[in-house]
C-alpha cells in the first residue's frame, strides 16, 4: 500500500495515543470513593475530583481532536525543502 494514500501518518498517531492516555488519566482522577444511602463521601466534592480531572480530561480531548485534524506533510514537500548539497 502506497504511503501517499494514507490520511494519517505516524505524528498523527502519536497525538491520538497520547490524547487517549491524557483522558484515561483524566478519568482515573475523577474515581474515587462514592456515597451511598447511609454514608456520604465528601471526597466526592474534592477540586481533584470537580476541577482538575476534568481539565486533564479537555486537553486530552484537544490532543486528539488536533490529531484528527492535523494534515499530514507530503515527502515531495519535505524533500523539497531540505534539498542535499553535493
Known amino acids: ?25 483524566g478519568f482515573i482522577l475523577m474515581s474515587g470513593p462514592a456515597s451511598s444511602a447511609t454514608h456520604f463521601e465528601p ?9 482538575v480531572a476534568p481539565l486533564v480530561c479537555l486537553i486530552g480531548f484537544i490532543f486528539m481532536i488536533y490529531g484528527v485534524v492535523r494534515k499530514p506533510r507530503d515527502k515531495e514537500q519535505t524533500d523539497s525543502d531540505n534539498p542535499q548539497t553535493a
Do not use: E, P, Y
Open 1 to 25: 500500500m502506497d504511503k501517499q494514500k494514507l490520511a494519517f501518518d505516524k505524528t498523527n498517531f502519536l497525538l491520538l495515543a497520547i490524547g487517549m492516555a491524557v483522558v484515561i488519566i
Open 43 to 51: 471526597d466526592i466534592f474534592s477540586v481533584r475530583r470537580v476541577k
